[in-house]
């Protein structure tokens, strides 16, 4: 059986499954992105592209319905969610639509002789994008969006789990005009995957997903001098000093981790709290991660559904039970039904234990209690990830010191789900090495040419 299959998480039936590329038509994917770059992109204007940018996210608009109900089926993202994802990639798709001049632009330098001189951003050539399940429009809208506004073109391997959206995200791409080429979504294997990556007519790669895929993917990215994007993991802190309403604290914190069932790099999955707001905290956090609802992704209501598959649902299941193996508490949750797995809190984990140092992706939080500031940036930064972090406090001094000593990519202050168009995403460490999202994004695949005029 084909590895590209639909497989309904909630249920387990296999829904469909997509035939895995010939060796044939890797060639075929190849040659038409890289003609696609000649012949089509290095000949067009960034209006022209950006028009056609635009009718892609008026596409995600006009088929809403029919794209959300493809990734509840694919990997078991409630309803409200994925219409919720469709959304959001439809307003990435439109900001570079609105700001392809803008990123495209020549950007003077003031020189100290005499004459001109600029940076001017042309493209690359073909890219290929190894994108994951867990947000199937989104991760690709942020890759192909930006990188479609400066001129490249895309090769589009998705998760292997993902191949209807895969398929009506390339035919959005097609149906707003752009050329065959210029958009190309493949069912490649691994070993294909690698092929694209070593042909000198692929310009760069960019991989959002595990450690493990990142490295590598990075690795034979390296040995053919390929510019690699990495968007990986994360084990975000969640860290709360003070604050003036402890119900809107713990509602924001709920409402991020349980984001997708859990399973989002970025969301928090440490909760750092301050021993005099500790008990406190704890109680409403494990009260309201009971009150989850969890259920048919279909059904209106239910606020987190399965795990994205069931081989999700036992890894997230062997990590609980490694970590009350090793002393961690189980305050709530642990038990798997299938794919579906109990909103879960643990609590005396400490360093030593496989868990503090794993990212749990799931609806699991672990919970620390710390005596000062100092502890809780400690704790923050004792992982090798370093994607996002939210720290909620009432002092605004506190507040800039602990965004100046937090390692990571990203730092939201007294507030969550703040993701934004135009807010670049990323992380250090073991996080990644790239930014998506923002002006940032259409910088990472260009090249930065020098151009200097002597004065007449």
């Given at each position: 059986m084909s590895a590209y299959a639909v497989v309904n998480p909630a249920t387990g039936e296999t829904l469909a499954t997509y035939p895995t590329m010939t060796d044939a038509e890797?060639?075929?994917?190849?040659?038409?992105?890289?003609?696609?770059?000649?012949?089509?992109?290095?000949?067009?204007?960034?209006?022209?592209?950006?028009?056609?940018?635009?009718?892609?996210?008026?596409?995600?608009?006009?088929?809403?319905?029919?794209?959300?109900?493809?990734?509840?089926?694919e990997m078991g993202k409630p309803l409200s969610h994925a219409l919720g994802e469709v959304d959001f990639a439809a307003d990435i798709t439109?900001?570079?639509?609105?700001?392809?001049?803008?990123?495209?632009?020549?950007?003077?330098?003031?020189?100290?002789?005499?004459?001109?001189?600029?940076?001017?951003?042309?493209?690359?050539?073909?890219?290929?994008?190894?994108?994951?399940?867990?947000?199937?429009?989104?991760q690709v809208a942020r890759f192909a969006a930006p990188n479609l506004a400066v001129g490249n073109t895309i090769i589009l391997k998705h998760a292997p789990q993902c191949p209807e959206s895969a398929a009506a995200i390339e035919q959005?791409?097609?149906?707003?005009?752009?050329?065959?080429?210029?958009?190309?979504?493949?069912?490649?294997?691994?070993?294909?995957?690698?092929?694209?990556?070593?042909?000198?007519?692929?310009?760069?790669?960019?991989?959002?997903?595990?450690?493990?895929?990142?490295?590598?993917?990075?690795?034979?990215?390296?040995?053919?001098?390929?510019?690699?994007a990495l968007e990986l993991g994360g084990s975000d802190?969640?860290?709360?000093?003070?604050?003036?309403?402890?119900?809107?604290?713990?509602?924001?914190?709920?409402?991020?981790?349980?984001?997708?069932?859990?399973?989002?790099?970025n969301a928090p999955k440490r909760f750092i709290i301050l021993d005099s707001l500790y008990d406190e905290f704890a109680?409403?956090?494990?009260?309201?991660?009971?009150?989850?609802?969890?259920?048919?992704?279909?059904?209106?209501?239910?606020?987190?559904?399965?795990?994205?598959?069931?081989?999700?649902?036992?890894?997230?299941?062997?990590?609980?039970?490694?970590?009350?193996?090793?002393?961690?508490?189980?305050?709530?949750?642990?038990?798997?039904?299938?794919?579906?797995?109990?909103?879960?809190?643990?609590?005396?984990?400490?360093?030593?234990?496989?868990?503090?140092?794993?990212?749990l992706f799931g609806p699991a939080s672990t919970l620390y209690k710390v005596s000062s500031e100092e502890e809780a940036l400690a704790l923050a930064n004792d992982t090798g990830y370093g994607l996002g972090s939210y720290v909620f406090t009432t002092d605004a001094e506190q507040a800039e010191r602990m965004a100046n000593g937090i390692d990571a990519g990203m730092v939201?202050?007294?507030?969550?789900?703040?993701?934004?168009?135009?807010?670049p995403f990323g992380g250090v460490k073991r996080s990644g090495t790239s930014r998506e999202m923002g002006l940032l994004a259409a910088d990472e695949f260009v090249n930065k040419k020098l151009v200097r005029v002597a004065a007449e």
């Amino acid at each position: 059986m084909s590895a590209y299959a639909v497989v309904n998480p909630a249920t387990g039936e296999t829904l469909a499954t997509y035939p895995t590329m010939t060796d044939a038509e890797v060639e075929v994917a190849l040659a038409k992105a890289d003609g696609a770059h000649s012949d089509w992109a290095r000949k067009t204007t960034p209006a022209e592209r950006a028009a056609l940018i635009r009718k892609v996210a008026e596409l995600h608009r006009e088929r809403r319905d029919e794209l959300a109900a493809i990734i509840v089926r694919e990997m078991g993202k409630p309803l409200s969610h994925a219409l919720g994802e469709v959304d959001f990639a439809a307003d990435i798709t439109e900001f570079y639509a609105d700001n392809a001049e803008k990123v495209t632009a020549d950007q003077p330098i003031e020189i100290l002789g005499e004459g001109t001189a600029v940076i001017r951003r042309s493209s690359l050539g073909a890219l290929l994008g190894i994108m994951p399940w867990n947000f199937p429009y989104y991760q690709v809208a942020r890759f192909a969006a930006p990188n479609l506004a400066v001129g490249n073109t895309i090769i589009l391997k998705h998760a292997p789990q993902c191949p209807e959206s895969a398929a009506a995200i390339e035919q959005m791409y097609l149906d707003a005009g752009f050329p065959e080429g210029a958009y190309v979504n493949v069912y490649a294997t691994n070993e294909q995957a690698a092929t694209f990556i070593a042909d000198p007519r692929v310009q760069g790669v960019s991989v959002t997903g595990s450690e493990r895929a990142g490295s590598a993917v990075a690795s034979l990215a390296g040995q053919h001098l390929k510019k690699v994007a990495l968007e990986l993991g994360g084990s975000d802190p969640f860290i709360v000093m003070s604050t003036d309403d402890m119900d809107t604290v713990v509602a924001g914190a709920i409402e991020a981790r349980m984001d997708n069932s859990g399973q989002s790099c970025n969301a928090p999955k440490r909760f750092i709290i301050l021993d005099s707001l500790y008990d406190e905290f704890a109680e409403k956090f494990i009260a309201a991660t009971k009150a989850t609802v969890m259920g048919d992704p279909f059904a209106e209501g239910s606020e987190i559904g399965p795990l994205s598959s069931l081989l999700a649902a036992e890894r997230l299941e062997a990590q609980i039970d490694k970590a009350v193996e090793q002393g961690a508490t189980l305050v709530t949750g642990g038990k798997r039904t299938g794919a579906f797995f109990e909103p879960t809190v643990l609590t005396d984990v400490v360093k030593g234990m496989d868990v503090y140092k794993e990212e749990l992706f799931g609806p699991a939080s672990t919970l620390y209690k710390v005596s000062s500031e100092e502890e809780a940036l400690a704790l923050a930064n004792d992982t090798g990830y370093g994607l996002g972090s939210y720290v909620f406090t009432t002092d605004a001094e506190q507040a800039e010191r602990m965004a100046n000593g937090i390692d990571a990519g990203m730092v939201y202050v007294n507030c969550v789900l703040a993701d934004s168009p135009e807010l670049p995403f990323g992380g250090v460490k073991r996080s990644g090495t790239s930014r998506e999202m923002g002006l940032l994004a259409a910088d990472e695949f260009v090249n930065k040419k020098l151009v200097r005029v002597a004065a007449e």
